[in-house]
C-alpha cells in the first residue's frame, strides 16, 4: 500500500483533487470496511445472492413476504453499521471544500452519517418505506417497531447481510413472518424506498446528479465497478464535457477505459490518505 501512496497515480490525483470541485461517486465498496458487502468486489454478493428485481417485487406477493421476511432482521444489522475511515475522509474532504457534491449508489446512509452532508442517494436509501397504495412514507425506525409487535417470535438467526440491507434466511424460516399493511391506509404493499434492479432512478434525482457532474471540477469514483449504467453513466457525460475522471476501486471497472487516473487499492487506506495530503498541503500553503 506504501508503494501506492508514492506512486505517480496517487500525486497525480492529489493534483487533481485540489483544484477543487471535485465530485465523489460512491459504491459498494466504499462501505465493505463497515460490514456490508459489495456485488461485484472481494466481498462479492452477488456470488452467492440474486438481488430482488422489482418486476419480482410487484408482481409476487409470495416474492415480497420473502424479502420483507429478509429485510426485517438486514435492517438490525444494517442500522448497526458505523461509517468507516473511507467515508469520514469524504466528508473531510468537502469540509476543506474541495467538493462540489457527493453521488451515492449505496443506500446505507453511511456518507451523511459520518457528516457529508447535501448527498445524492442515487438509489434512494433504506432508512425509509412508502406505500405503493397511498404514497404515504414512513421511517424505517418506526416501520421496524411496527414489525417487532406483529413478530414477537420471529427470532431466526440471520446468515450474511446483502448490501440492499436484507439477509440469507433458510427458506423453511419464513413462514412464521408477518408482513404489515400500511398505518394510513391500512392497505399496501411497502416497499423500501430503494431502486430495485431493473427499477428506473427518478428522472430529477438523476438530473440533480447530471447537474452536479455539469458543475464539476473532476469526477471521482470511490468503490464502484461502475457495473449498471445508473452510475457509468456519469462518467460517460463526464468524458463528453471533458472533465478528468479518476476512478479508486479494488478490481476492475467498467469506466477503466474512460479514465484519466486509475488506482487499484483499499478505500479506507487510500481517501484518509488522500484527505490527510490534501489537508497537509493546505496548511502549507
Known amino acids: ?127 425509509r418505506a412508502l406505500c405503493l397504495n397511498c404514497g404515504a412514507a414512513v421511517s424505517r425506525a418506526d416501520l421496524d417497531v411496527t414489525l417487532r409487535a406483529a413478530n414477537p417470535d420471529f427470532t431466526v438467526q440471520a446468515e450474511a447481510i446483502n448490501p440492499d440491507g436484507d439477509v440469507d434466511l433458510p427458506q423453511e424460516a419464513l413462514d412464521g413472518f408477518v408482513m404489515v399493511a400500511c398505518e394510513h391506509c391500512g392497505e399496501g404493499p411497502l416497499k423500501p424506498d430503494v431502486v430495485f434492479f431493473g427499477e428506473t432512478v427518478p428522472r430529477p434525482r438523476v438530473e440533480a446528479c447530471f447537474g452536479m457532474v455539469d458543475r464539476a471540477g473532476s469526477l471521482l469514483i470511490l468503490g464502484s465497478s461502475l457495473k449498471v449504467m445508473s452510475g457509468f453513466r456519469f462518467v460517460l457525460h463526464a468524458r463528453k464535457l471533458g472533465i478528468p475522471v479518476a476512478i479508486v476501486n479494488q478490481g476492475e471497472t467498467r469506466g477503466d477505459t474512460h479514465c484519466d487516473i486509475r488506482i487499484d487499492a483499499p478505500l479506507g487506506v487510500l481517501v484518509p490518505a488522500l484527505e490527510r495530503t490534501l489537508a497537509a498541503k493546505c496548511m502549507i500553503k
Do not use: C
Not at 497515480?9 to 459489495?38: K, M, N, Q, R, Y
Not at 417485487?57 to 461509517?83: C, E, I, N, T, V
Not at 453521488?103 to 432508512?127: C, K, P, Y
Open 1 to 127: 500500500m506504501d508503494d501506492t501512496l508514492l506512486s505517480p497515480a496517487f500525486e497525480s490525483l492529489v493534483d487533481l483533487v485540489s483544484d477543487g470541485g471535485a465530485v465523489v461517486l460512491s459504491g459498494a465498496g466504499i462501505s465493505t470496511d463497515s460490514g456490508i458487502p459489495d456485488y461485484r468486489g472481494p466481498s462479492g454478493a452477488l456470488r452467492r445472492h440474486t438481488p430482488m428485481t422489482f418486476q419480482t417485487f410487484m408482481k409476487d406477493a409470495s416474492a415480497r413476504h420473502r424479502y420483507w421476511a429478509r429485510s426485517y432482521l438486514g435492517w438490525r444489522q444494517m442500522k448497526r453499521a458505523r461509517p468507516n475511515a473511507a467515508h469520514r475522509a469524504v466528508a473531510g474532504l468537502q469540509a476543506q471544500g474541495l467538493l462540489e457534491g457527493v453521488i451515492t449508489q449505496n443506500v446505507d446512509g453511511l456518507h451523511q452519517a459520518a457528516g457529508a452532508t447535501g448527498v445524492i442517494e442515487l438509489h434512494g436509501g433504506l432508512d
